[in-house]
């Protein structure tokens, strides 16, 4: 198990570098302009390019190499979301789809993500059971508050589970060779487990399984809508941005969204051209992949910084292809250091990057600022 993990976050690693070119570039193509055909086709590279981008954290979560990123989640949009990606699936297999999910849902505390994961794997274990038994069925899903509680209800018309005392211990699996590996449903038991929730396993009298999830609901009276990536957009960046990535197509990627932006972008591509930028260029922020070639760590890029331009690690922002490890979380987050997981979206870097800029203005304001207190007689 360990020897997988491994593997997994090594993919996972390959696989984001590109993804957080190809849905960077698709979020620039939605406000290029297009006309309608080539926006409709933009739309969908974009849903799918996110859809791979979720397989990849659902591997992440299983290897525990992705650390849960919690925040207010609206438990319905999520599971509407889940429920379209298969809701294709289910209609040619000759499964009837029944909703009973209504608006007026608190929110809840989570990972979106992971609780999709959840959502995904009951909805396969149904559909599998359901199939076998008749090649047919009707899948039931309601949405309800109780007490202190949002409750997820998945019912289906299968032929029950067989022990329902061990159908959330790992490698438990009443599918045939080849079609299970026993851990979706462990998986699921974990996650919950860990977001303060309860997931049970119940046989209905008139036939059929439920699978019921409950989550505590969030104390907040409403959800905070996030502003839509334009708006997030119009604010431009003005400074000097040392951006470093040894992956070319992210490094372009990025240097054309800051650039866009507004900000003057210098690029690197190794520690030693960076080392070099620093101590003869003039920066306002540096964008640097934490992971470069070399076998040089975050820790030591940031004590480098330290000791030969250490004015420049307040304006630092570290990019990962995924999570760091503890011990470089920890240390960035004794240092008040940012990073970006990747693939991430155009706003997020932006944002953070005029967050940087911000804390002491630009090289060019200061200049400004020196050249009028100099002409003032300061």
């Not at 299968?158 to 699996?173: A, E, N, V």
């Not at 520690?271 to 620093?278: A, H, M, P, S, Y």
């Not at 990962?320 to 250091?337: C, H, K, Q, Y």
Request: hydrophobic fraction near 40%; include cysteine; aromatic fraction near 6%.
């Amino acid at each position: 198990m360990s020897a997988v993990g491994q593997l997994i976050a090594g993919v996972a690693h390959e696989l984001n570098n590109p993804l957080t070119a190809i849905l960077g570039y698709a979020q620039l193509l939605e406000g290029a302009g297009l006309d309608h055909r080539s926006a409709d086709y933009v739309r969908k590279l974009f849903k799918q390019a996110q859809r791979t981008h979720r397989v990849v954290q659902n591997l992440l979560s299983f290897s525990r190499q992705r650390k849960p990123q919690k925040q207010e989640v609206d438990l319905c949009r999520v599971l509407e979301d889940t429920l379209t990606l298969r809701e294709y699936d289910l209609k040619v297999s000759n499964i009837s789809l029944e909703r009973d999910i209504p608006e007026d849902v608190p929110a809840v505390v989570g990972d979106p993500h992971q609780l999709e994961q959840v959502f995904l794997n009951i909805i396969n274990n149904a559909l599998d059971a359901m199939l076998e038994a008749s090649g047919a069925g009707v899948l039931k899903v309601r949405v309800f508050k109780k007490d202190s509680f949002v409750c997820v209800e998945f019912d289906d018309s299968g032929p029950g589970i067989k022990d329902t005392s061990r159908i959330f211990d790992p490698f438990y699996t009443t599918k045939t060779v080849g079609k299970g590996t026993g851990l979706g449903l462990s998986i699921c038991y974990g996650i919950i487990k860990e977001h303060g929730g309860e997931i049970v396993a119940r046989n209905r009298d008139e036939g059929g399984a439920t699978i019921e999830i409950r989550l505590p609901a969030s104390q907040s009276v409403a959800l905070t809508e996030a502003l839509p990536a334009a708006s997030r957009r119009e604010a431009l960046l003005k400074g000097r941005v040392l951006l470093v990535e040894d992956e070319e197509a992210v490094l372009e990627f990025q240097r054309d969204v800051l650039s866009g932006a507004g900000a003057e972008v210098t690029t690197a591509m190794s520690i030693e051209e960076t080392k070099r930028q620093l101590q003869t260029g003039l920066f306002d922020a540096v964008v640097l992949n934490g992971r470069m070639p070399g076998g040089t760590s975050a820790p030591e890029i940031c004590l480098w910084m330290q000791g030969n331009c250490p004015e420049m690690e307040r304006k630092l922002l570290l990019t990962f292809s995924n999570v760091a490890d503890p011990a470089t979380r920890t240390f960035l987050l004794e240092r008040g250091v940012p990073s970006l997981a990747k693939p991430f979206e155009v706003a997020d870097l932006i944002s953070q990057v005029r967050r940087l800029l911000q804390k002491e203005g630009t090289s060019e304001e200061k200049s400004e600022e020196k050249a009028a207190a100099a002409g003032a007689g300061v």
